[in-house]
């Protein structure tokens, strides 16, 4: 195993149900860049939104266990690519620091929780300068001529102290990543604005208003396309222009595509092997549509 | 046998809520040596004193301790009060019944016990307190002002026509710090270089002041009447006994494009340069980061030197400059000035100077978004607030550029335009607190000029050009002097400024235009406001090089480099530092009203020391007994003020003495004396053994009355 490039992978629900085309991409993207993924073996839940509302030693503590497990691998960075997955496991690993809280989270996870482990968003794997190199050096497609709106989502920068992840207000690393390939980065006001997050069960109204004035921006900024980092805000934002149509706040067509379907399809992979075809909103051909020269460099 | 008094004060409630002072007193009484103790509700109110005064003549006292509260605010009080009587003022002790028992304890009998263990302690040490007279040094009558912005200008002023001489220092080419960037002052509306320059002229012309421009405060030795103080001269390349301020230089001056710091970056200005028009002294100085020749000659130099070129092969070597290019030696500045001013040998300048006196009068810094005023303080530098998008968005500026904007002699002439495109705006947002009352930024404290200078900006706006609408997104309004809210309101009411009471969340681009996306706590919901320029309402933070400064003078200073005043109510222009004195913005942000009121109170002081004949210096200071000294010179090692020198005695052994005017009574070297030769007046080791002595092994075994709760 080349120690350099693995990492212990912790998919999280959504990238093995609903958000599989995620993980699908992911798994894909990464094999092409030489990222190897360890899958933590027997790993739970993270303790998102279910579990953090109702019990919070809880949610720590089913952290704390997938921290362990961590540990096992004998790796020293844990990478997630759902970001509400990473705002807990941060979130755990800030509740570390405090002796006595710690105490109670390895009871609650049954052993000692290891608290130096780096836990690391996959955007953030993706900025490191030798993966850069590789995308340069692997890419096949430019994106040359493609609109797109980075979103960030709420989660991924915040709370800063917390999260330790770009800048709060005003991250950059979508935005790089995306322009490194080749496309145009649209300046709208929406990067890290909540799309309304695991609302749309108790409040669908609200969901449909916050995420439609996302896509309203991204459409104002004439973006093809708005690129994300969150199952969540992908299913907000993918699944809900219908709703939205309907309740009169804005005939949207945007594609919604997770940042590793762009940086796969820039490698070459096809729409099938990184999932384009399981949205709901028609997402297919975009990238292709205006498929310019292959680059190879070197 | 010492005849020892005994005054336990109640502080009103402070110590009387968790000490039982009657029975302190009568714990006192019991002894050894006391004569009397009593208490009293405010032992430094007059007819406390008088209570001490009293008892002292009615019962022959001979020593006093007071109970009260910590020394460092009434032992002044306390040893005058005394001395009055007779007493020596150095055989009064102070016990600190409130600092280190009342305010730090709840238990009343557990407090009240170690209140009188604390007075049995001094009690013990006051019987063995020799009587001590303060000695005398010279003053030197002369003052030393540190920055030369409105603050230091007033105070040099203020002392110089007092008949003293002062030199005053700045850092940057010329006086008048921020005020001269200024258009207008609120509240009202007087044009800021129309009251500014006249006093910058008078400083320039004062015969008592000694304007060293283009300096700073190197290294500070000594102590108040008696500073050493070296300032380091900047080499400005221009001698400027023989320049006229004639402007053939600058005019002449092919670099041309540098971003003028007095016009925050939106003017350009040339590598010989004065800031501005009117600057003080209106002589130029050479930015030797920009200057062609002093470029070329740095590369030659450095050049020739690693290709080992000698002899005639150096004499003809032309320098490459990192363009591959070859470097013109320029030097036209030279071949232009009429009385050949220009002055390349010219190296920075390190001068002795003596002075009784400083004020510290450094000003502040705007606080910037990109992080860069944490610079030198050592913290982490990241951008803040990228929410605003200030420096993505070139019509994003802070309220200083504005300013710049709105100024007749600023780079556009007083044209309020957007630098992006140089269009008028027709609609402006202010954003108030931008880097002030934010803890997530490191600032938790208010700028207090904001909410000021944002209504004043408003209303100038609309002074420019009425159709023009502003909005202000603000948390509070602060106008807390006079005729201040009145003003505020007139920007609002008469003016017809938008106020809206909440913080952005996100400032984007649509077009040519920015939409500014806030909330407003009024109406309770969203607002976008669509505009055409952004004005962010910089806070202030302590000025560049401010932490630096302090410790080279060792004054104490807060987290965020602003000096701590020697008491904030009762004390605001002293430092915790004997004569060195503090006015404005070092201390803390201020607007122009109270920096001038602080500079002249700070004259003030310097004009009381100064009338004095000499300095009272504080007998409390080590002293070497030369018969057991074995000259190791490890107290001239550890004695941080350099008090200590050696001396040949008759029979030609080496020893210590300690100058008892530059001695702080530290105490160091008395700890490191191999040979106990070493002695600390007021400190001696049987006085506070004594201390310990009555604190392990109580003389009497105390039989306290019986304790009365307080309600």
């Known amino acids: 195993m080349n120690a350099a490039n693995a990492y212990a992978y912790f998919p999280g629900c959504s990238l093995h149900g609903t958000a599989c085309d995620y993980g699908q991409s992911t798994e894909q993207m990464c094999e092409r860049l030489d990222i190897e993924l360890l899958e933590l073996e027997d790993w739970n839940c993270c303790g998102s939104s279910p579990a953090h509302m109702v019990n919070p030693w809880l949610a720590l503590g089913l952290v704390g266990r997938n921290l362990r497990l961590a540990g096992q691998t004998g790796l020293d960075t844990v990478v997630l690519p759902c970001a509400a997955c990473y705002a807990r496991f941060k979130e755990t690993q800030h509740a570390l620091k405090d002796p006595e809280t710690a105490a ?106 916050m995420s439609g004035q996302l896509l309203a921006w991204a459409a104002e900024a004439g973006a093809d396309a708005i690129v994300t980092a969150c199952p969540m805000c992908h299913s907000n934002l993918d699944t809900r222009q219908g709703q939205i149509r309907r309740a009169g706040l804005g005939d949207y067509h945007l594609p919604i595509f997770y940042f590793t379907q762009v940086v796969g399809y820039a490698l070459g992979l096809d729409e099938s092997q990184l999932g384009i075809g399981r949205h709901l909103t028609n997402a297919k051909g975009l990238l292709g549509r205006r498929r310019p020269v292959v680059t190879q460099a070197g | 046998m010492a005849r020892i008094g005994v005054f336990v004060c109640h502080c009103g409630s402070n110590i009387a809520a968790n000490v039982d002072c009657a029975a302190v007193a009568a714990a006192a009484n019991q002894m050894p040596g006391v004569v009397y103790a009593t208490d009293y509700k405010y032992m430094c109110s007059e007819p406390g ?235 130029p100085v050479i930015d030797p980061d920009h200057c062609r020749y002093l470029g070329y000659r740095s590369a030659y130099e450095e050049q020739v030197a690693s290709l080992g070129l000698t002899g005639e092969e150096a004499a003809k070597y032309k320098p490459v400059g990192p363009d591959g290019k070859k470097m013109p030696p320029c030097q036209i500045c030279q071949k232009m000035c009429p009385t050949g001013a220009i002055d390349w040998t010219q190296k920075d300048e390190l001068i002795e100077q003596e002075f009784g006196a400083i004020i510290v009068a450094n000003g502040f810094d705007l606080f910037m978004l990109d992080g860069s005023h944490e610079a030198e303080t050592g913290q982490p530098v990241h951008p803040y607030y990228g929410e605003y998008g200030y420096g993505k968005y070139p019509d994003v500026i802070t309220a200083l550029q504005l300013e710049r904007l709105m100024n007749a002699s600023g780079p556009t002439g007083g044209e309020i335009i957007r630098p992006s495109d140089g269009k008028h705006p027709h609609s402006v947002v202010f954003i108030a607190c931008v880097g002030s009352r934010d803890d997530k930024v490191g600032r938790p404290y208010c700028s207090r000029i904001c909410c000021m200078y944002t209504a004043k900006q408003a209303i100038m706006l609309k002074e420019h050009a009425p159709e023009t609408d502003a909005y202000v997104f603000y948390m509070d309004v602060r106008a807390g002097g006079r005729s201040y809210d009145e003003f505020v309101r007139r ?64 004054i104490s200073y807060d987290q965020y480099g602003f000096i701590n005043e020697a008491h904030v109510k009762l004390r605001p222009v002293e430092t915790n530092t004997a004569g060195i004195y503090l006015a404005g913005c070092s201390a803390g942000p201020k607007d122009i009203p109270d920096t001038v009121a602080q500079a002249s109170a700070a004259a003030a002081k310097v004009c009381g020391l100064f009338a004095r004949p000499y300095i009272e210096t504080e007998p409390t200071v080590a002293e070497v007994d030369q018969r057991k000294c074995v000259s190791c010179h490890l107290c001239e090692e550890v004695c941080p003020y350099s008090a200590v020198t050696f001396v040949t005695l008759r029979d030609g052994r080496l020893a210590a003495q300690i100058n008892p005017a530059v001695c702080k009574g530290c105490g160091l070297c008395v700890s490191g004396c191999r040979g106990r030769a070493i002695f600390l007046h007021g400190f001696s080791d049987q006085q506070l053994l004594a201390e310990v002595d009555s604190l392990l092994a109580p003389p009497l075994t105390l039989r306290l009355p019986e304790l009365v709760p307080v309600d």
């Open chain 1, 104 to 209: 109670r989270i390895e009871y609650v996870a049954g052993g000692a929780v290891p608290s130096d482990l780096k836990i690391e968003p996959l955007l953030g794997v993706l900025g490191k300068p030798e993966i850069r190199v590789k995308l340069h050096d692997y890419q096949q497609r430019s994106l040359d001529g493609l609109k797109l709106a980075p979103y960030y989502g709420c989660l991924l920068t915040r709370p800063s102290e917390v999260a330790q992840f770009d800048d709060p207000e005003d991250p950059q690393s979508l935005d790089e990543l995306l322009k490194a390939l080749g496309a145009e980065v649209v300046s709208w006001p929406g990067k890290v604005s909540c799309c309304g997050a695991s609302l749309p069960i108790s409040r669908p109204e609200l969901v449909w208003r």
């Open chain 2, 49 to 283: 004193q008088k209570l001490i005064q009293d008892t002292i003549r009615e019962h022959r006292l001979d020593r006093v301790v007071v109970a009260s509260c910590s020394p460092r605010m009434h032992e002044p009080t306390f040893r005058r009060a005394v001395a009055a009587a007779g007493v020596n003022p150095y055989q009064m002790e102070m016990a600190n019944l409130r600092e280190h028992c009342s305010w730090v304890h709840n238990d009343r009998p557990l407090a009240t016990a170690k209140a009188i263990e604390i007075v049995g302690m001094l009690v013990a040490k006051v019987g063995r307190d020799e009587a001590l007279r303060p000695g005398r040094a010279e003053l030197t009558k002369r003052l030393l002002v540190i920055g030369g912005g409105i603050a230091g200008i007033q105070a040099a002023l203020d002392v110089a026509n007092a008949g003293y001489q002062v030199t005053l220092v700045e850092r940057t080419p010329t006086i008048g710090g921020k005020m001269a960037m200024l258009d207008k002052t609120f509240p009202t509306l007087d044009c800021s270089a129309c009251i500014l320059t006249p006093l910058m002229v008078d400083v320039a012309q004062h015969p008592n002041i000694e304007l060293r421009s283009y300096s700073e405060v190197e290294q500070v030795q000594g102590f108040v009447g008696n500073f050493k103080v070296t300032i380091r001269q900047k080499a400005r390349y221009v001698n400027h006994a023989t320049c006229t301020g004639c402007g053939t230089c600058w005019g002449k001056c092919p670099e041309k494009a540098i971003p003028s710091e007095f016009d925050q970056g939106l003017g350009k200005r040339t590598s010989i340069y004065i800031p501005f028009p009117q600057a003080i002294p209106n002589k």
């Open chain 2, 491 to 554: 920007a609002q009411e008469v003016y017809g400024t938008h106020y809206l009471r909440g913080r952005v969340s996100r400032i984007y681009r649509k077009g040519d235009r920015y939409v500014v996306m806030g909330y407003d706590a009024n109406i309770g919901r969203s607002v976008s406001v669509e505009t055409d320029l952004v004005v962010l309402a910089n806070g202030a933070t302590s000025a560049r090089g401010s932490v630096d400064l302090m410790q080279t003078l060792g």
